[in-house]
């Protein structure tokens, strides 16, 4: 049942009126849609796992004010060119490479044809009430356009923080990225969300990539222990592209990190992978959704979870092959690890297949580290602690490894290095052996 | 390629194939009027001459199914049920207390006879099977009654063991399947006319199969089984259900509800054979199957293996499930679903880990064809204190044709860190290779995608007993017409 109490949430609607047409008609339908449907309860299939309840009681305000965003050690030494959205707004930019242009999202009634001709296209918001409340509130954020036939060698980093300052209580931010990757081009964007304190971070990164284009898109959720993240990526993909999609989520109290991709074109490549780690009292959600529209596409996704102390995992992924995408190639595994009694993974790949010249599988593992693993590290003298630490250091970099750039999986490498130091007894201090 | 042309073509002759068991046996009914209100109930519980306690159970089951809403998550569609447009009791003209098969109406034996399965063969098929033939609602004959008897089995009609065996029903009844569990479980908690009980005592090896054919008749008649199986401590019993029914340009509502108990070292071996009418080439009339099965492993070291092969109905909304309570007890779900022309399945199984060194094994197997949907939809959840528990899934399914579909969608729910899962679902159509390779060797398109599709389904065939394998790859072979050789 739908919770309509809990549009608080909604905290800034800017202009529903008197803006340019397109803006005002986006904005409007999109909040109709959210108060229409209200935040989900947990009978809402999408959300079936995942209690909204600590979110519903909060009763944010309008992110206000910004701060100075310093990089995470892990992304370091990566070199990228770097953009800040400090609590939404767009306060650091470094000088765009050739080929790529950026505008600010904060004034978007002015904003240039491709901009306002893509905005809210890909990202629905009947279906998906947290997208609909960004999309009625968002106060800023960039949108980015890889030109045509560009190859932006240099990774675009981002780094979106939330934080409640000048002692505003418990804020929500609803930052928006839009990246338009035109025929032919190619890009690494990465995302690093990190913050401060209590707050909501929703946030919303919608992708249009053309033909033969290739996007990198890796993303970090470090949110703050007491934060609760809500994302939504998605992505339409036009013939013969590439997408590599990667998401490593550690923090956050309750997360939510939704995939959508639609791949509208034939001979496209999706890769999609990631981890989640959790400790604590976390909840970390994934949903990811592949949309296999056109035939001879092929999608490969692999999603592993470490999860300890009393952490709730949930991955919810589902491939749906229309009548016409014949051909199709889909490859789906989610596997969790649980680390202690306390806990608890909630797992369905789902497929959904209409046409019958396909290649589909999906499998999901659940379970503790294998014995014979442990024995074998133990047999060559390695003290327990720490060969359990090797291994479940081994198995996170299994999806790790699927990031195709090399210094973008350095990071995340070091990322989930720095995660095992601090939550896992006896973890190599380099992320290596 | 011209192969797969053929087999699309042969998946479509199938269509216009007649239902081989389509015809329709006039045998006076007696009826409750339609419709259903208490005093139908009344009607069902004053005919079967019930004791009070179980109207009571009735009533207080129909109360609490008006406040229910019809369940809309599985993927299947049809068209709203009038539950009031319905006979809720029909059955043969009674009915003197039968001694043997020649009392029977020799009209209802023909019937068995056209469906080429009568009692007769049954009979002498082995002295091995006990057929306790259902016939719309009521069991008719019951054989081999005295043989199990000599080793304390009993097995009979529900409402014969309501009267005969009270304090056994009155503590089983309900124990597994709640009467308000679900929207059609409580339906027929409230109307069930008839189904079978079985009784094994402790120790007991079943000498025997006991069996069940379905048959439903009579237009109009919603059926309503109700099934309930006690093993006790150390017993083992093979259980056999296989359902044929005429055609009809109606809808059929079925909903029946199975219950199964296993305590300490007892095994449960259920297996189905479904054929029912699915309606012609658009799915019009139909069986609507909504069937609610369900076993509880209670006792330590006890095994509940449920084993289905499902050709038939219109609509399939069937979820074998095993409650596995019992430390080191285990449970298993053995199924082959074939859906053809507009006919829908969403079945699966659900196992619940809640003891120690649990264990279960999934193998499903759907197959598609025509412009059908075929889902597999299962649930594996493993409580905190199931250390060790142990599941294994397999889903795989096979489309014919592009204008079908399958699906799957497994939940797994872990609370327990020692536990292990794992999952596997793959799609595939019947590749060209092995066709090629099939067909150089001699066969035809025919008789390779029957090879093919019994290679595809083998793992489960081979978990049904002897006595049904027979029919079940017959029933393959009307659904995927010329498949199976």
């Known amino acids: ?433 | 390629m011209a192969a797969t042309v053929d087999t699309v073509r042969q998946v479509e002759e199938v269509t216009g194939r007649a239902y081989k068991h389509g015809f329709v046996t006039d045998i006076d009914m007696d009826m409750a009027p339609k419709g259903l209100d208490e005093t139908t109930i009344r009607f069902i519980s004053a005919k079967k001459e019930e004791p009070e306690w179980l109207l009571e159970w009735r009533l207080k089951a129909f109360q609490q199914w008006q406040q229910m809403k019809e369940p809309n998550w599985a993927k299947v569609g049809y068209p709203p049920i009038d539950y009031q447009d319905l006979y809720y009791y029909a059955a043969p003209t009674q009915k003197p207390q039968l001694n043997s098969l020649d009392e029977v109406d020799p009209e209802l034996l023909a019937t068995y006879e056209k469906l080429g399965i009568p009692l007769k063969e049954q009979e002498i098929l082995a002295g091995v099977v006990a057929v306790d033939a259902v016939f719309d609602s009521v069991s008719v004959a019951t054989t081999y009654k005295k043989e199990l008897e000599k080793h304390g089995v009993v097995f009979c009609s529900i409402s014969e063991a309501v009267r005969t065996h009270p304090d056994l029903v009155k503590r089983y009844l309900g124990s597994v399947v709640p009467a308000a569990d679900n929207y059609f479980a409580c339906l027929n908690s409230a109307v069930f006319t008839d189904g079978s009980f079985v009784y094994i005592p402790k120790g007991v090896r079943c000498p025997m199969e006991l069996s069940t054919y379905f048959r439903i008749n009579a237009q109009n008649t919603g059926q309503f089984e109700r099934t309930l199986i006690v093993a006790e401590e150390g017993s083992y019993v093979s259980y056999l259900e296989g359902c044929t029914a005429p055609q009809r340009d109606e809808n059929q509502l079925h909903a029946a509800v199975v219950e199964l108990v296993a305590l300490d070292d007892a095994e449960i071996k259920y297996s189905t054979v479904q054929n029912w009418y699915p309606g012609d080439e658009d799915g019009k009339g139909g069986i609507y199957n909504f069937v609610t099965k369900r076993g509880a492993c209670r006792g330590k070291r006890s095994k509940i293996s449920w084993t289905q092969v499902e050709t038939g109905s219109a609509i399939t909304w069937k979820y074998p499930s095993c409650i596995l309570q019992g430390d080191d007890s285990v449970g298993e779900f053995y199924s082959v679903a074939i859906t053809n022309n507009a006919q829908q399945a969403d079945t699966g199984t659900k196992m619940i880990h809640l003891g120690k060194n649990t264990r279960s094994t999934i193998i499903s197997k759907g197959i598609s064809a025509g412009r059908a949907d075929n889902t597999y939809r299962g649930l594996v959840r493993v409580g905190k204190r199931a250390d060790g528990a142990r599941n294994f899934t397999q889903c795989d399914s096979l489309l014919i044709g592009d204008k079908c579909g399958a699906h799957t969608v497994p939940y797994i729910e872990s609370k327990n860190p020692s536990a292990r899962i794992e999952h596997e679902a793959t799609t595939s159509k019947i590749s060209e290779d092995q066709l090629f390779y099939c067909m150089s060797r001699g066969l035809s398109t025919e008789d390779s995608v029957g090879l093919i599709v019994n290679g595809f389904c083998k793992e489960v065939m081979k978990e049904l007993p002897m006595e049904f394998a027979v029919e079940a790859q017959k029933l393959i072979g009307i659904s995927l017409e010329g498949s199976v050789g």
């Open chain 1, 1 to 433: 049942m739908a919770d309509k109490a809990t549009l608080p949430l909604l905290t800034a609607v800017p202009k529903t009126e008197g803006g340019s047409p397109w803006l005002t008609k986006l904005r409007r339908t999109a909040v109709e849609n959210a108060e229409r449907t209200g935040l989900p309860g947990v009978r809402t299939e999408a959300w079936k796992f995942t209690n909204l309840n600590a979110l519903k009681a909060l009763e944010p305000v309008a992110a206000t004010g910004t701060a100075e965003i310093a990089r995470l050690p892990a992304f370091a030494d990566l070199q990228a060119v770097e953009l800040h959205l400090s609590n939404g707004t767009l306060t650091h930019a470094d000088a765009m490479p050739e080929g790529v242009d950026l505008v600010g999202l904060a004034e978007p009634d002015d904003a240039p044809d491709w901009v306002s001709e893509t905005l809210g296209t890909v990202a629905e918001t009947a279906p998906h009430p947290f997208t609909a409340i960004n999309t009625g509130a968002f106060t800023g954020g960039i949108a980015l356009r890889i030109r045509k036939g560009a190859a932006v060698e240099t990774p675009i980093l981002l780094l979106v923080d939330t934080r409640s300052l000048e002692g505003a209580g418990t804020v929500a931010a609803h930052p928006r990225i839009l990246v338009v990757v035109e025929d032919g081009a190619m890009a690494d964007l990465v995302e690093v969300h990190t913050g401060g304190g209590a707050y909501v971070n929703n946030a919303v990164t919608e992708l249009v990539i053309g033909k033969d284009a290739r996007l990198g898109h890796y993303k970090l959720q470090a949110e703050s222990g007491e934060a609760f993240h809500i994302a939504m990526t998605a992505a339409r993909c036009a013939a013969n592209s590439t997408y590599d999609n990667f998401a490593l989520s550690t923090g956050a109290t309750l997360s939510r990190n939704e995939i959508r991709a639609t791949l509208a074109g034939r001979h496209i490549e999706y890769r999609i992978n990631g981890g989640y780690l959790a400790c604590g009292d976390q909840h970390m959600d994934t949903a990811t959704f592949i949309d296999h529209a056109e035939p001879d596409c092929a999608s490969h996704e692999l999603y592993k979870g470490v999860l300890a102390d009393r952490a709730h995992g949930v991955f919810q992924g589902k491939i749906l092959v229309r009548p016409d995408a014949q051909k199709t190639d889909g490859y789906q595994m989610n596997r969790a690890l649980l680390l202690s009694r306390e806990a608890e993974i909630n797992s369905k790949p789902e497929l959904e297949i209409y046409a019958d010249d396909v290649k589909c599988s999906h499998g999901a593992t659940v379970g503790e580290l294998e014995d014979d693993q442990l024995f074998y590290l133990m047999a060559r003298g390695i003290p327990e602690e720490r060969a359990r630490a090797i291994l479940v250091s081994a198995y996170v970099d299994e999806a790790v490894d699927h990031i195709q750039r090399e210094p973008i999986r350095d990071a995340f490498r070091a990322a989930a290095a720095e995660w095992m130091q601090k939550n896992i007894a006896g973890a190599p201090a380099e992320g290596g052996l």
